[in-house]
């Protein structure tokens, strides 16, 4: 296993940047991914994991599992199989509702994974994987440890994991077609009076902001809107901000994806932040510009439903340009019509 003198993070956020730039994507029914791939064989794909090796990945594999489900629903996407899964109901395609389960993302069991006789194991990058990434190969297992983050981590996984599956036709399709009706969507947005916009991951014990690596601060920046928290050294996607930091930010709109409890999550933003006479004199507080984002789209990965869930952003941001027919002013919920206006149906 040879070891990278750069780390995949670094990888990524150079693609990210390409994608915000209009570089990359689907164009003349070809797509140029960037970040996990190395090289491949007729039998093989090199690529660059979560921790920094350059590992080679068997082709065609027969026997997968999968450890986090939003990779799940990425990996059946791209075409691919599994025989076994954590446990959990979100991201989880149907054809994969009934496989076996090795136990919850946090601590699935090892020995049952072991026993299951894999030969190829996704899972994300972390520090728990990295000491379960030994034992599987220690067990002659191939594992491949990734980040997800963002729509760019997606469709380079997308093609990393269609080239896996030898399905680089439905990879070319699938992809375009999202790509394209994401790119419409951003077309649409104007370019002058972008919000400047900040993204809250709230749970019911802290309040962070995401950075422009995060899911959807991400798509703000996409979307020509003005992520108020700028990058920091090294690939964080959530920082801490105080409030009068944020306050001297100003955000025009705040933009909330809240995991846990969602009456306990709010509580916490509403001590934490809410009820304080800094946040009254923030722009986006005098004007009621907060919005609570549908997990379905903004906690856990839209996949294939990327272009809905920008198009929700897009309303939120420029309710002018994509909610002209929403007379009730209800930015929060885009209509099933005005989502089938914008996304491809093939």
């Known amino acids: 296993m040879k070891k990278l003198s750069f780390t995949p993070r670094i990888l990524l956020s150079c693609f990210a940047g390409a994608v915000l730039a209009g570089l990359v994507g689907c164009k003349n029914n070809e797509y140029t991914p960037c970040g996990y791939f190395i090289s491949e064989t007729e039998t093989s794909v090199v690529c660059a994991n979560g921790f920094g090796e350059a590992i080679p990945i068997k082709k065609n594999p027969q026997r997968t ?31 994969a509702e ?91 947005c104007p370019d002058k009076g972008n919000p400047r916009t900040l993204v809250f991951f709230l749970t019911t014990k802290s309040v962070q902001c995401q950075t422009d690596y995060a899911l959807t601060a991400n798509m703000v920046r996409m979307l020509k809107g003005i992520n108020v928290i700028k990058p920091e050294s090294g690939y964080r996607t959530y920082v801490s901000y105080s409030l009068e930091k944020i306050a001297d930010l100003n955000p025009e709109l705040v933009l909330v994806a809240a995991m846990g409890d969602p009456g306990k999550c709010r509580q916490r933003l509403e001590k934490d932040v809410l009820s304080s006479p800094v946040w009254r004199a923030v722009h986006a507080g005098k004007n009621n510009r907060i919005h609570f984002l549908p997990n379905e789209l903004f906690l856990f990965k839209p996949n294939g439903r990327f272009p809905e869930a920008f198009l929700y952003l897009a309303s939120l941001m420029y309710p002018d340009s994509f909610n002209s027919e929403n007379k009730s002013g209800n930015y929060n919920t885009p209509a099933e019509e005005k989502v089938k206006n914008h996304v491809s149906e093939d």
Do not use: C, H
Request: hydrophobic share 45%.
């Open 98 to 188: 009934k496989l076996t389960i090795v136990g919850g993302r946090a601590a699935p069991g090892v020995e049952k994974i072991v026993s299951l006789s894999p030969d190829l194991i996704i899972m994300s990058a972390t520090g728990t994987t990295r000491k379960m990434s030994t034992i599987f190969n220690q067990n002659n297992i191939q594992s491949f440890a990734v980040e997800y983050n963002n729509y760019p981590e997606f469709l380079d996984l997308l093609s990393v994991f269609a080239k896996i599956n030898g399905t680089e036709n439905q990879f070319i399709r699938i992809a375009e077609n999202i790509s394209n009706s994401v790119r419409r969507i951003i077309d649409k």
């Open 65 to 95: 599992i999968v450890l986090q489900n939003s990779l799940l629903d990425l990996w059946y996407l791209s075409g691919g199989k599994a025989i076994a899964r954590v446990s959990g109901k979100e991201n989880v395609p149907a054809a």
